[in-house]
Structures are given as C-alpha cells and as structure tokens.
C-alpha cells in the first residue's frame, strides 16, 4: 500500500512537468515545423590532422526521440548516436530549446566528440538576420566536466553572427546563417576551442565546424534527413 501512495505521488509531482513539456512542444510546432518526433538526421563526421589529413570518419545520427534529460529540463529531446574509441554505437540523449526568441541545441558532447562540452549550445537568435554582423558574449558555469580543469570555473564566450552561406545538401543549395561561438578564458588550462555553425530555416542545424588547441579541427555535416 505504501509503494502504491508513493507511485501516486511520484506522478502527481511530475504531471505538471510533463503538461509544461507538452505546452512547449505543440508552441515549437507551431513556430518551427523542425523537431519533430520520429525525424532523423544523418551527418558525416570527419577528423583532420593539422596537416589536412582524415584521422577518423564515421556517420552520426539525431534522433528525436524520448530520454530522461530532455524531459526533465522541459525541451525537445533528441538523442545522438555514434561509435566510440572502440567501434562500439554510444547513445547520449539530450534536448533542443526553442522560445520565441531563439533556437538552441546541445551538441554531441561525449566519446570522440568530448571535446564539444568545453563550447557552448549552438544558438540563433530570432527573427533571423543576414545583413549585420552581431556580437554578444555569454558565460557557463561548469559543475561537471570530463575536463577536471574547468569544473566549478565560469567559462566565457564570444558569439557572433557573420551572415550567410549556400551550402551543398543532396542535388540543392540551402541557404544557411552562420556563427561563430570561441572560448575566450581557461585557454591556460584546456587550450583554446573554438566552432562555427550552420543554420537552415527548414533543416536546422547542418553543419558544425570545431577547432581545437593542437591546429586539428572536426567537420560534422549533414547528409540526410529521414522522416519516419
């Protein structure tokens, strides 16, 4: 009886969260016909050296699809999945944030793409604009890291928008916003990253560009959207 109260409560407790979570989604739809549930994203990940050369190719998939993290921080959950060090398929669930102001989305950030946690969300911030260059500056603080260096510090970034660019996806050109996102302290301690990013009105996030301390840099593009 009284594992049965508790069940009760649990679900008392976390039905507004899920009428919050619902509210939210069925507002994106409305605005961003995006993210939605069953729609998978296919990139190609490519590794290069410093010296240009391929070190490590592999396909990447964003599933939205349903995991605790999302749910909890009231977004869209998405869920990435690729191989880690050893060829083995890693899942790392995590969400996408859509207001009336902007559009957010957390990157792969664990196995080979690690690194990635050190940057922040790739956001664009609405309406959309191509012809002026913005800066704005922001800051995480970090409770948790695979980076020890950076755990309990505040991070800084410097963002920019530095307009558009055609970019090539199957047999079109799609026009995509860009930005810029570059760390601008703890560069002592875990070296200096840096990442640009691009937007499509109808796709979404297409293409990530990371550059890292050592001149090596990791290319992530699309290359399918399947819709199930």
Not at 78 to 107: A, F, L, R, W
Not at 190 to 211: I, P
Request: negative net charge; aromatic residues 14%.
């Amino acid at each position: 009886m009284r594992e049965i109260f508790f069940k009760i409560g649990v679900l008392i407790f976390l039905m507004p969260l899920f009428m919050s979570f619902s509210s939210c989604n069925s507002q994106t739809d409305n605005r961003y016909d995006i993210y939605n549930k069953g729609k998978k994203w296919e990139y190609n990940c490519k590794f290069y050296s410093s010296n240009q050369q391929v070190t490590d190719s592999f396909i990447m998939t964003m599933e939205v699809k349903s995991n605790f993290a999302a749910f909890i921080s009231q977004q869209i959950p998405i869920v990435y999945e690729y191989p880690d060090e050893n060829g083995e398929m890693i899942k790392d669930g995590t969400g996408v944030v859509v207001d009336e102001s902007y559009i957010s989305i957390h990157q792969p950030r664990i196995g080979k793409l690690t690194f990635a946690s050190i940057l922040p969300m790739p956001s664009i911030h609405l309406p959309l604009e191509s012809e002026n260059v913005v800066e704005s500056y922001t800051e995480t603080k970090i409770t948790k890291s695979p980076f020890k260096e950076l755990e309990g510090k505040t991070v800084k970034y410097k963002i920019t928008s530095i307009g558009t660019d055609s970019l090539s996806f199957k047999d079109d050109m799609i026009k995509c916003y860009i930005y810029e996102a570059k760390q601008l302290n703890m560069i002592e301690e875990v070296g200096e990253y840096s990442t640009h990013y691009w937007f499509n009105e109808d796709y979404g996030f297409v293409r990530y560009l990371f550059f890292k301390p050592d001149e090596s840099w990791v290319d992530i593009k699309l290359r399918d959207i399947i819709n199930n």
